[in-house]
Nanobody, 123 residues
Framework: QVYLVESGGASVQAGGSLRLSCKAPSFSIPSACMGWFRQTPWKERAGVASVASDDTTTYAESVQGRFRIYKAKHENTLYLEMDGLKTEDTAMYYC?????????????????WGQGTQVTVSS
């Protein structure tokens, strides 16, 4: 059974940093397109960043330059490093996977989702 386990969410002050983790106990992360998405009660789920099987990355404009997505292959873990956090980054963050080689940053193209981890940024 394919599943994902996120962790690392927390409450921080604006300007702070967090690192989210996504572990995949049942498949090899390096071979997959992986993405981070976020959702709030008043907004649809939206793409944050994705990394393809060839390590090509894509970022939402709102996080470009502040967030970094990468795969720690020896740990089989996906990370999202978040610096310069803003209150508008507050959301539930989800990691997801898809196996076609293309890696679009749109939720509808991803097959398997984790349970989410909450990030709250206060001013």
């Amino acid at each position: 059974q394919v599943y994902l386990v996120e962790s690392g969410g927390a409450s921080v002050q604006a300007g702070g940093s967090l690192r989210l983790s996504c572990k995949a106990p049942s498949f090899s992360i390096p071979s997959a397109c992986m993405g981070w998405f976020r959702q709030t009660p008043w907004k649809e789920r939206a793409g944050v960043a994705s990394v393809a099987s060839d390590d090509t990355t894509t970022y939402a404009e709102s996080v470009q330059g502040r967030f970094r997505i990468y795969k720690a292959k020896h740990e089989n873990t996906l990370y999202l490093e978040m610096d310069g956090l803003k209150t508008e980054d507050t959301a539930m963050y989800y990691c997801a996977v898809r196996w076609p080689k293309t890696c679009p940053l749109f939720p509808k193209y991803f097959n398997i989702w984790g349970q989410g981890t909450q990030v709250t940024v206060s001013s």
